[in-house]
């Protein structure tokens, strides 16, 4: 007697869809689903644009007028301290975009009722949270990107050195890593509830990078227990890293360092907050659902 075997074809597809390949797909979609949704609502594209450029013209025309006391204490990265502040606010803005997005989309999909139906899905809410985060790095980057080359163009700004690999390589560190800040803080949504306004990991994190990383006051001028608070946040060393490499000869010391720094910040970062995140993610589970609030 032959027993017969069942075969589940919406199991195999299940698989077939699984892993990281799966993910990739998944992640693909849900970013395309968000370009889709601004380009059906262009009124949204537009002001986001212009949020994006009158943060960095505000900044741009601070640094301007600051700039003939200002440059002597920025000699380290070329003595232009509007160059100084351009390269820092446009790479800052880049990685809050990665650093904002998580808690985001997480409270985004609470609230709207999706997040139980994400869960349901294969890939469920990582799928989610990592397409939007690429769409909203891709968008803030096209954005800094079209600013800077205003700038280079009409603004008198400039970068004397060309050592474009490596600074990507840097700007994709430092987004990595404020994106496994942004990992952490979204974890919060579920572990202390914080199921409206901002997490405190993300929130702490941006005054940080304000007051001690380097970002809009020069380190050398702040005291000596604010840099030793900077010293810990990976903005540091991804901003003085990249204010290095494009104002300055990239092969002056401390470059290595810094990296190295940088590098290690990212791995740490990332996988706390991929930790954090997936275990927060089974704990609202097994307290009634990810769509409950406890």
Same mark, same amino acid.
């Given at each position: 007697m032959h027993s017969e075997r069942f075969v589940d074809p919406i199991g195999q597809m299940e698989v077939q869809r699984g892993g990281l390949v799966g993910l990739a797909r998944a992640s693909v979609a849900s970013a395309w689903l968000q #370009? %889709?949704? !601004? %380009? !059906?609502y262009p009124s949204n594209l537009v002001l986001a644009v212009i949020q994006q450029l009158t943060t960095v013209g505000v900044w741009y025309f601070v640094s301007v007028f600051l700039s003939p006391g200002a440059d002597r204490v920025v000699i380290q990265y070329g003595g232009d301290y509007v160059a100084y502040m351009m390269v820092g606010v446009l790479l800052n803005q880049i990685g809050m975009a990665a650093l904002s997005s998580p808690f985001n989309t997480v409270s985004e999909a609470f609230w709207d009722k999706r997040l139980e139906t994400y869960r349901l899905s294969v890939q469920g809410i990582w799928a989610n949270?990592? =397409? %939007?985060?690429v769409w909203q790095i891709s968008f803030v980057s096209m954005i800094q990107g079209m600013? $800077? +080359?205003t700038f280079l163009i009409f603004g008198g700004f400039r970068l004397p050195q060309a050592a474009i690999g490596w600074a990507v390589l840097t700007m994709v560190l430092l987004v990595l890593a404020d994106a496994g800040i942004g990992l952490a803080g979204a974890s919060l949504f579920f572990l202390l509830e914080v199921k409206a306004g901002q997490d405190p990991i993300t929130w702490a994190y941006k005054y940080l990078i304000m007051i001690a990383s380097g970002l809009y006051i020069p380190l050398t001028v702040l005291p000596h227990w604010l840099r030793g608070l900077g010293a810990v946040l990976?903005?540091? #060393?991804? $901003? =003085? +890293?990249e204010r290095l490499l494009l104002l300055t000869q990239h092969s002056l010391p401390g470059m290595p360092i810094m990296l190295i720094h940088l590098l290690v910040a990212t791995c740490l970062t990332m996988t706390i907050g991929s930790a954090m !995140? =997936?275990?927060a993610l089974a704990r609202a589970e097994r307290q009634g659902g990810v769509g409950v609030v406890v």
């Amino acid at each position: 007697m032959h027993s017969e075997r069942f075969v589940d074809p919406i199991g195999q597809m299940e698989v077939q869809r699984g892993g990281l390949v799966g993910l990739a797909r998944a992640s693909v979609a849900s970013a395309w689903l968000q #370009y %889709r949704t !601004f %380009r !059906f609502y262009p009124s949204n594209l537009v002001l986001a644009v212009i949020q994006q450029l009158t943060t960095v013209g505000v900044w741009y025309f601070v640094s301007v007028f600051l700039s003939p006391g200002a440059d002597r204490v920025v000699i380290q990265y070329g003595g232009d301290y509007v160059a100084y502040m351009m390269v820092g606010v446009l790479l800052n803005q880049i990685g809050m975009a990665a650093l904002s997005s998580p808690f985001n989309t997480v409270s985004e999909a609470f609230w709207d009722k999706r997040l139980e139906t994400y869960r349901l899905s294969v890939q469920g809410i990582w799928a989610n949270v990592i =397409g %939007r985060m690429v769409w909203q790095i891709s968008f803030v980057s096209m954005i800094q990107g079209m600013v $800077l +080359a205003t700038f280079l163009i009409f603004g008198g700004f400039r970068l004397p050195q060309a050592a474009i690999g490596w600074a990507v390589l840097t700007m994709v560190l430092l987004v990595l890593a404020d994106a496994g800040i942004g990992l952490a803080g979204a974890s919060l949504f579920f572990l202390l509830e914080v199921k409206a306004g901002q997490d405190p990991i993300t929130w702490a994190y941006k005054y940080l990078i304000m007051i001690a990383s380097g970002l809009y006051i020069p380190l050398t001028v702040l005291p000596h227990w604010l840099r030793g608070l900077g010293a810990v946040l990976p903005q540091t #060393y991804g $901003l =003085g +890293a990249e204010r290095l490499l494009l104002l300055t000869q990239h092969s002056l010391p401390g470059m290595p360092i810094m990296l190295i720094h940088l590098l290690v910040a990212t791995c740490l970062t990332m996988t706390i907050g991929s930790a954090m !995140f =997936g275990w927060a993610l089974a704990r609202a589970e097994r307290q009634g659902g990810v769509g409950v609030v406890v």
